[in-house]
């Protein structure tokens, strides 16, 4: 399972560091990602790291928000600065494992609230 944490209220410009911590997998053979949805709004991608560690980030947060991961902890990181009030949603964690492209598992965290006021 992957639990979710590290969300809260912060002031647009500040920064806050969400964390996925993973159990009961070897995280490392996994594609993790962090995924957000705001209110009234659909669930969108938000960043995303290979098992090698290769990542990517959508345009609206390339930049400012930085995914990592340390397989020694099984643990995912988003650490997010220069916030901004559109920045405002519940953050999921996600991971998968894929075989020669097909998806073998697909795990979601619970959410946690990220709150940016202006």
């Known amino acids: 399972q992957l639990q979710a944490s590290g969300g809260g209220l912060v002031q647009a410009g500040g920064s806050l560091r969400l964390s996925c911590a993973a159990s009961?997998?070897?995280?490392?053979?996994?594609?993790m990602a962090w995924h957000r949805q705001a209110p009234g709004k659909q669930r969108e991608l938000v960043a995303a790291?290979?098992?090698?560690?290769?990542?990517n980030a959508v345009d609206a947060v390339k930049g400012r928000f930085t995914i990592s991961r340390d397989d020694a902890k099984n643990t995912m990181y988003l650490q997010m600065d220069s916030l901004k009030p559109e920045d405002t949603a519940v953050y999921y964690c996600?991971?998968?494992?894929?075989?020669?492209?097909?998806?073998?598992?697909?795990?979601w965290g619970q959410g946690t609230l990220v709150t940016v006021s202006s």
């Open positions: 996600n991971a998968v494992l894929r075989n020669k492209g097909v998806v073998e598992h697909d795990l």
């Open positions: 009961g997998i070897i995280s490392s053979l996994y594609a």
């Open positions: 790291i290979n098992s090698v560690g290769t990542a």
